[in-house]
């Protein structure tokens, strides 16, 4: 299971600043952490329309977690660095 490859196959050809965007897996044992960074103007995009795509990316990601036996939780980080 590689969610790191997953969500930049989905989520690079959205983003108008594809440079900006980088993913950030932390945790240990059955924990997983897995961090979205995007430029701001790019955010609304992963986002989706009422939250639709995030949503769907995260059902995406605990499911192929439970498959492989992990806890994953999937964060869009919203603070200003990119």
């Known amino acids: 299971m590689n969610l790191?490859?997953?969500l930049r196959d989905v989520l690079t050809p959205l983003?108008?600043?594809p440079e900006a965007f980088?993913?950030?897996i932390e945790g240990e044992g059955r924990k997983r952490d897995v961090l979205v960074y995007a430029d701001a103007r790019d955010?609304?995009?992963i986002i989706g329309k009422h939250g639709r795509m995030i949503s769907a990316l995260r059902t995406?990601?605990?499911a192929a977690g439970e498959k492989a036996g992990?806890?994953?939780d999937l964060e869009l980080y919203d603070g200003d660095e990119a």
Do not use: N, Q, T, Y
């Open 4 to 6: 790191e490859a997953f």
């Open 15 to 17: 983003l108008d600043h």
């Open 22 to 24: 980088r993913i950030e």
């Open 43 to 45: 955010r609304g995009r």
């Open 60 to 62: 995406l990601c605990k």
């Open 70 to 72: 992990l806890s994953v």
